[in-house]
């Protein structure tokens, strides 16, 4: 089974900063099943990425997906206050695998 | 409106049952399989097994093959999922999600369901 890492565990940043955010793949996996999510307290998760690059629909485009292989990255370009959330990354073969998330946090 | 709408929040002793339900509306409720997931406090999401609300084939993870059913109600257009055998470390917020606009990922989600096994 793949394992998700993903760092920096807590990213602290301001609003209006640009935050870069990574997830390791043990393997190298396609880029079709590689997605984000985005998760504030009392809430489902949201579809922000799919497919590595694309985004969901209302997701806005200061955030991003880039990455292949094992190495993939979620990009804020600028920080919104409701940005502040965690983040994971997931992948799917043969079963869905969820990484640890990132926690972007109020520098 | 599309949507996913879970069961209320359970409290279960060690060894019981739980069943949680999903009614799903606002969309065609046979052409998109139904997941459920879970986030056990301070752990990752977990992936629990899905079912094609088509069909009732389900598929299931193999941390869980032995002690939980995903069964649906077309007619209802909700599904159900059976956890047994309660642990303490299954407690947790369960949802259920499905593709509903996306190649891939989920993009609807219930509002989630917490499972509170306590003895």
């Known amino acids: 089974e793949i394992v998700l890492t993903q760092s920096p565990g807590t990213l602290s940043l301001s609003p209006g900063e640009r935050a870069t955010l990574s997830c390791g793949a043990s393997?190298?996996?396609?880029?079709?099943?590689l997605v984000w999510y985005q998760h504030k307290p009392g809430q489902a998760p949201r579809l922000l990425i799919y497919n590595t690059s694309k985004r969901a629909t209302g997701t806005p485009d200061r955030f991003s997906g880039s990455g292949s292989g094992t190495d993939f990255r979620l990009t804020i370009s600028r920080l919104e206050p409701e940005d502040f959330a965690v983040y994971y990354c997931q992948h799917y073969a043969n079963s869905f695998t969820f990484g640890p998330g990132t926690r972007v946090a109020v520098k | 409106q599309v949507q996913l709408v879970q069961s209320g929040g359970e409290v279960k002793k060690p060894g019981a049952s739980v069943n949680i339900s999903c009614r799903a509306s606002g969309y065609s409720f046979t052409s998109h399989p139904v997941q459920w997931v879970r986030q056990a406090p301070g752990q990752r999401f977990e992936w629990v097994g899905r079912?094609?609300?088509?069909?009732?084939?389900?598929k299931l993870s193999q941390t869980f093959t032995n002690r939980v059913t995903i069964t649906t109600k077309n007619p209802a257009r909700t599904v159900f999922m059976e956890l047994r055998s309660l642990k303490h470390d299954d407690t947790g917020i369960y949802y259920c999600?499905?593709?509903?606009?996306?190649?891939?990922?989920?993009?609807?989600w219930g509002q989630g369901t917490q499972v509170t096994v306590s003895s």
């Open positions: 393997q190298s996996i396609d880029s079709d099943s």
């Open positions: 079912i094609n609300a088509g069909n009732g084939v389900t």
């Open positions: 999600a499905t593709r509903f606009a996306t190649s891939s990922g989920f993009d609807l």
